[in-house]
């Protein structure tokens, strides 16, 4: 009988510690990153072939969108793609000036790195790009939370072994 307090406190303990330790998952931390990120893709100047991007997954709920302007252009053509190279195209192709939209699925088909735009064509010039991303409210447990749990977890840890040891 005294064995279940004792490994229940050391339960506690090891899941509070853990809880300190890696916070939220990985691939949570990288989609907020990436979706946080998407405003430096924002750009006057740009020539056509151009390519912009960030490296990462943006996770569902979370939306892109890329407005383009006509800079010194008298046209043009872009995308929201999801490579280097504008193989994996997530919409698009549209005119400039225009606004493509691209919704995160929490992954990507094959051969997709990341989120981005690429310019097909700028007739006679250069177009302006503006990049936002908006992430809907999903859900979560905030920081301050899991803290809250794991001192509340440690406390409890702590006490059944104090009251073991008495």
């Known amino acids: 009988m005294r064995r279940v307090p004792a490994l229940a406190a050391k339960a506690c303990c090891a ?10 998952n990985a691939s949570f931390a990288q989609a907020a990153f990436v979706c946080g990120q998407i405003s430096t893709l924002t750009a006057n100047g740009v020539p056509a072939g151009f390519t912009n991007g960030i490296f990462g997954i943006l996770r569902v ?13 008298t046209a043009g053509t872009f995308r929201i793609v999801g490579d280097p190279a504008g193989a ?20 990507f088909p094959p051969g997709a790195a990341g989120v981005g735009y690429f310019i097909d064509t700028a007739i ?3 177009v302006n790009i503006q990049a936002t991303c908006d992430a809907n409210a999903i859900p979560t447990t905030s920081q301050t939370a899991l803290i809250a749990m794991a001192a509340l977890m440690l406390l409890l840890g702590g006490g059944l072994l104090y009251r073991r040891r008495r």
Do not use: D, Q, R
């Open 15 to 24: 899941a509070a510690v853990l809880v300190l330790t890696l916070g939220s």
């Open 61 to 73: 709920g979370e939306t892109v969108t890329i407005k383009a302007t006509l800079g010194t252009a």
């Open 88 to 107: 994996t195209t997530f919409a698009g192709p549209t005119t400039i000036p225009g606004t493509l939209v691209y919704n995160g699925t929490g992954g």
């Open 124 to 126: 006679g010039g250069n």
